[in-house]
C-alpha cells in the first residue's frame, strides 16, 4: 500500500520560505516519479515541480528561481524549498507519486491525473 503524508505547511509572511517535506512508504521509493502539485480555493490543481527517479527536474514557471524540489531515496522522502513566498503561492500543497513512463517533466506538470498516488495534503499560507 502506497502511502505519501505531507509535512511541513504553516502560515509566513511574504517573502518567506517553508520547507515541504513528504514521506513515502509501501513501494520502491527511487524508482517512482515524484512531484508537487498545488490547489487553491476553486481553482484548478496545479504543477509546481516535478522530479524524476535518475534527478531530472522541471518546475512551472512561476516558481522557478523559488522554489527547490530535491529526494532524498535513503529517507524515502521528497521535499519542496519554498523561498521568496508570495500571496499567490497560498495553496494546498499535495505531493505525488506514480510510476514513470516515457513522459517529459513538462507533461508530468502538465498532467496531474497522470499520478496515481496521492498525499492528503499540507497547507501554506502567504500573506501580504
Known amino acids: 500500500q502506497v502511502q505519501l503524508v505531507e509535512s511541513g505547511g504553516g502560515s509566513v509572511q511574504s517573502g518567506g520560505s517553508l520547507r515541504l517535506s513528504c514521506a513515502a512508504s509501501g513501494y520502491t521509493y527511487s524508482g517512482y516519479y515524484m512531484g508537487w502539485f498545488r490547489q487553491a480555493p476553486g481553482k484548478e490543481r496545479e504543477g509546481v515541480a516535478v522530479?524524476?527517479?535518475?534527478?531530472?527536474?522541471s518546475y512551472a514557471d512561476s516558481v522557478k528561481g523559488r522554489f527547490t524540489i530535491s529526494r532524498d531515496n535513503a529517507k524515502n522522502t521528497l521535499y519542496l524549498q519554498m523561498n521568496s513566498l508570495k500571496p499567490e503561492d497560498t495553496a494546498m500543497y499535495y505531493c505525488?507519486?506514480?510510476?514513470?513512463?516515457?513522459?517529459?517533466?513538462?507533461?508530468?506538470?502538465?498532467?496531474?491525473?497522470?499520478?496515481?498516488?496521492w498525499g492528503q495534503g499540507t497547507q501554506v499560507t502567504v500573506s501580504s
Open positions: 522530479i524524476d527517479s535518475d534527478g531530472s527536474i
Open positions: 505525488a507519486a506514480e510510476v514513470p513512463a516515457f513522459y517529459t517533466g513538462g507533461y508530468y506538470l502538465r498532467n496531474y491525473n497522470e499520478f496515481k498516488y
